[in-house]
């Protein structure tokens, strides 16, 4: 999944698949995440947020069920 760098404290990158509606989010600690069920429009929120980490923590962290894959 090609990931684009986003300016964040904690978060170094993100990308998403439409099709599966899968967000993957890697972190600047270095673990990468894969959170499933993510609306395109959330991911959209997320990209548009002025702070990357809170949208996170607001709408995404314990909403949606997630896998670290790195």
Same mark, same amino acid.
């Given at each position: 999944?090609?990931?684009?760098?986003?300016?964040?404290?904690?978060?170094?990158?993100? +990308?998403?698949? !439409?099709?599966?509606?899968?967000?993957?989010?890697?972190?600047? %600690?270095? *673990?990468? &995440?894969?959170?499933? +069920?993510?609306? !395109?429009?959330?991911?959209?929120?997320?990209?548009?947020?002025? %702070?990357? *980490?809170? &949208?996170?923590?607001?709408?995404?962290?314990?909403?949606?069920?997630?896998?670290?894959?790195?």
């Amino acid at each position: 999944m090609q990931r684009q760098t986003v300016e964040s404290t904690n978060i170094k990158s993100i +990308g998403y698949d !439409p099709e599966d509606e899968v967000l993957e989010v890697e972190f600047h %600690s270095g *673990g990468v &995440y894969h959170y499933v +069920g993510v609306p !395109p429009a959330v991911y959209e929120g997320m990209l548009a947020a002025r %702070s990357k *980490g809170r &949208y996170f923590g607001e709408f995404i962290r314990l909403r949606y069920p997630y896998e670290k894959v790195r």
